[in-house]
């Protein structure tokens, strides 16, 4: 692989410009007695040929012209750096959301763990309510206790 930075929007537009796809492989056999079938050329789904072994000058017609035809050996070409490229890019993304998703599960296990304690202080715990009421049930007491120190010539 190259030190080349790719660009992806760049890349798809590259693939864009290029015959539409899937493209097939067309074999043809070489040789008279050992036959042996090789690549020839690539076709698109609709028949038009992407690229083929004889060269030359080519039709043009409507949908397929000699700027295409360059655009499709672009493709071909800049392609054998480019996959590596964005498949490491991936590969590379791909084990930061395994780190990521890792530490969301960190979290969530404090997160449960949070709210287990925060339900046991719940329990454990009074409305505003009702601690006001017993800090005024208390206050009450505590100046009646006063009160009868009072009157015995208790005072504290």
Known sequence: MTDKQRNWQEDMKMC?????GPWVIVTDDFGEDDVCYVPTELKSRNGMRVVSYEGGFVPIHDIWNAEQLYDNARLIAESREALPYWLQQYAALEREYERFQKAAMGWNDDLT???KAYEGLQANCVSRGEYEATLKKLDEMTKAYHTLLQDKGNTP
Do not use: C, L
């Open 16 to 20: 864009h410009k290029a015959t539409p």
């Open 113 to 115: 763990a949070a709210e």
